[in-house]
């Protein structure tokens, strides 16, 4: 039972260049999640999507991208990296409102 | 800003019970107070979670106060495994999707 995966685990890139992160979920979880973690602070919220279809923006939105591709999957699109982007991203799922997320393992971002 | 407001970090020795307070005075009648802890930076894991009755499974405890304000993780023996910062969050209510994380605690277990 694999839950929430993320791809890559690691990831360099260059000012300006893009990218797509990869979320994909087993559990058939209606809601999925897009948060960044910065070094000693909490996890912010930067999309979520409550159900296929839908996408929402969260509290730090700003140079991003998402598609609910489908229930299983959500991806997270960069279209020009920033330095201030370097963080490592983490997705979520859930399935019922007030039922727990689960989180992925994280995708450890670093733009030079 | 977090819902939420816990100690930066404790100690504990290994095999004692670990007590991790967290204050939510805002919280509302349909929120529901959630636990995390996220070991070095893998992804957040979930322990527990409880509206208003007292709560256990097999990883922890979860006591919240009569007035809903106040809550304590516990976990029973603590390992070296359990060193990790642990995250206690409020969310509920309809239409209120989000975490809002604030910054832990760090629990260090000490041998």
């Known amino acids: 039972n694999a839950g929430v995966t993320q791809t890559p685990k690691f990831q360099v890139l260059k000012t300006g260049q893009s990218m797509t992160l990869q979320c994909a979920q087993d559990m058939n979880h209606n809601s999925m999640y897009w948060y960044r973690q910065d070094p000693g602070m909490g996890l912010r919220l930067i999309y979520y999507?409550?159900?296929?279809?839908?996408?929402d923006k969260g509290e730090v939105p700003n140079g991003y991208n998402v598609s609910r591709l489908n229930k299983r999957e959500f991806s997270l699109r960069l279209e020009s990296a920033a330095p201030s982007q370097t963080s490592v991203y983490f997705c979520?799922?859930?399935?019922?409102?007030?039922?727990?997320?689960?989180f992925g393992d994280g995708t450890r971002l670093s733009i030079l | 800003d977090a819902k939420t407001t816990q100690p930066p970090s404790m100690d504990c020795a290994e095999g004692r019970a670990a007590n991790l307070p967290c204050n939510h005075s805002?919280?509302?009648?349909?929120?529901?107070v959630y636990w995390y802890r996220q070991i070095h930076s893998q992804g957040p894991q979930y322990i527990i979670h409880?509206?208003?009755n007292n709560e256990t499974n097999e990883m922890a405890s979860l006591i919240i106060t009569e007035d809903r304000k106040s809550s304590t993780l516990i976990l029973p023996h603590a390992t070296l495994r359990d060193t990790a910062v642990y995250y206690c969050?409020?969310?509920?209510?309809?239409?209120?999707?989000?975490?809002?994380f604030g910054t832990g605690t760090r629990l260090k277990v000490l041998a």
């Open positions: 979520a799922s859930e399935g019922y409102s007030n039922q727990p997320q689960h």
């Open positions: 409880g509206l208003k």
């Open positions: 805002t919280i509302s009648g349909n929120e529901y």
């Open positions: 999507s409550a159900s296929e279809g839908t996408t």
């Open positions: 969050i409020v969310r509920g209510g309809s239409g209120t999707y989000k975490y809002i």
